[in-house]
């Protein structure tokens, strides 16, 4: 598995990329078959540290999650422990997912944007209708089944997750978490 580890305006010594690459490497080979991935990345919040994990998986699903905690070492234990409790509780159906699935998940190239947004007290008529986008980025838009996508956004944590239905050349639909705690689907056929 491949790992990178990074602190935002934070040095990370050795001895803590050890222990995330030990730690976080067994708790993920004891649950998920194959991860390809890890993405660590360590910040300051207050007086708090912040580690945020993302663990792609060979199925093409993504596995992450966040803690805080005073101690540096203490956040990284904390998303480790909750990275595994999601894998645990996933496991069954990964597997089921894996054993239908003879071919890796396929992915579409995409734009994603990050629109800048308005302060409340200072609300003012547009110059344009056009909005300041703060930032541009790739992302990949996955073909999965509806099972595969409700699995894939609460593994990831995300409240909405677009994708393209398996099968089918209708276009892209979305799962999401809707306010009485069930998930929606958008289907656009």
Sequence with gaps: MR???SGKQIDIGEALQTHV??????????????PTDATVVFSKSGHEFVCEATVHLSTGLTASA?????????SFDACSEKMEKQLRRYKRRLKDHHKDRVEPVEL???SSYILASQDDSTVQEPETLQPMIIAEMQTKIATLSVGEAV????????????????GS?????AVYRRDDGNIGWIDPS
Excluded: C, W
């Design 169 to 173: 050349d209708q276009g892209l639909n």
């Design 66 to 74: 966040k803690a805080h905690d005073p101690d540096i070492y203490g």
């Design 151 to 166: 699995m894939q956004m609460e593994l990831s944590g995300q409240p909405v997750l677009l994708f393209r239905k398996e």
């Design 108 to 110: 579409l190239g995409a």
């Design 3 to 5: 790992y990178q580890i």
């Design 21 to 34: 690459k030990t730690e976080l490497g067994n708790a993920v080979e004891k649950y998920a078959e194959r």
